[in-house]
């Protein structure tokens, strides 16, 4: 099952950063966050992943609380081609771990 | 190109016909895996290869039969499916079998249709 909750869908508008929340309130100590994404009928992509601190790269920052449960995905300026259902995974780095998909949140980026 | 593909990329069969579906990774990863995905629903995880052996398979029914002949190749052999078989089956591998660092990298899939 998965272990987190995130809205199903949310709107941003062309360049606005586009901030995606995901509540997972029964993580624990050794678990990571993971985000994927997955634009209309192709394999999901990795985005970025962090454990405690917060965390950027080229494509999103990843923005943990720190209790660690709940974090926001931040997309700063949103393209039409970021369109797409992000889905937030938590889970160890264990090889007995595996990435489990929940709902994800349908993102629709307008011009 | 994502470092993992995944041949055909559509597919209609009969449900009394045999086909398979391929995966290849050019990555050096050491694990692959089978995801179904089915109309608005998640992905559901089918099957983990390690170094070429199964180590996990999620209750799927035996009409899926999985092959590892090598650890850059992966199949899904598919025989008397049923329509409810119709979905995006996705390919997925990563470094080892542990989301690792930068988790797993997927195909773009195989989109299967059953009539």
């Known amino acids: 099952d998965a272990k987190t909750t995130q809205p199903p869908s949310m709107d941003c508008a062309e360049g606005r950063a586009a901030n995606l929340p995901c509540n997972h309130s029964t993580i624990s100590g050794n678990e990571y966050v993971y985000w994927y994404r997955q634009i209309h009928s192709q394999g999901p992509q990795y985005i970025i992943h962090g454990l405690k601190n917060n965390e950027t790269n080229e494509m999103a920052s990843l923005i943990i609380t720190e209790d660690r449960k709940s974090s926001t995905l931040i997309l700063p300026h949103a393209t039409l081609r970021d369109t797409a259902v992000y889905y937030c995974i938590v889970s160890t780095s264990y090889n007995t771990d595996k990435l489990i998909f929940g709902t994800g949140t349908r993102l629709q980026v307008f011009p | 190109e994502t470092g993992v593909t995944q041949t055909p990329r559509h597919l209609v069969m009969g449900m009394t016909n045999k086909k398979s579906l391929k995966c290849e990774q050019h990555?050096?990863?050491?694990?692959m895996y089978w995801y179904k995905q089915s109309a608005k629903k998640p992905l559901e995880l089918m099957f983990v290869y390690s170094l070429e052996e199964r180590v996990e398979n999620n209750s799927v029914p035996s009409r899926f039969s999985p092959e590892c002949p090598n650890s850059s190749h992966l199949f899904l052999h598919l025989h008397t499916l049923q329509p409810e078989d119709s979905a995006l089956y996705l390919c997925a591998s990563s470094q080892e079998v542990a989301i690792a660092n930068y988790g797993y990298t997927f195909g773009s899939g195989t989109r299967l249709t059953v009539v």
């Open positions: 990555l050096g990863h050491n694990a």
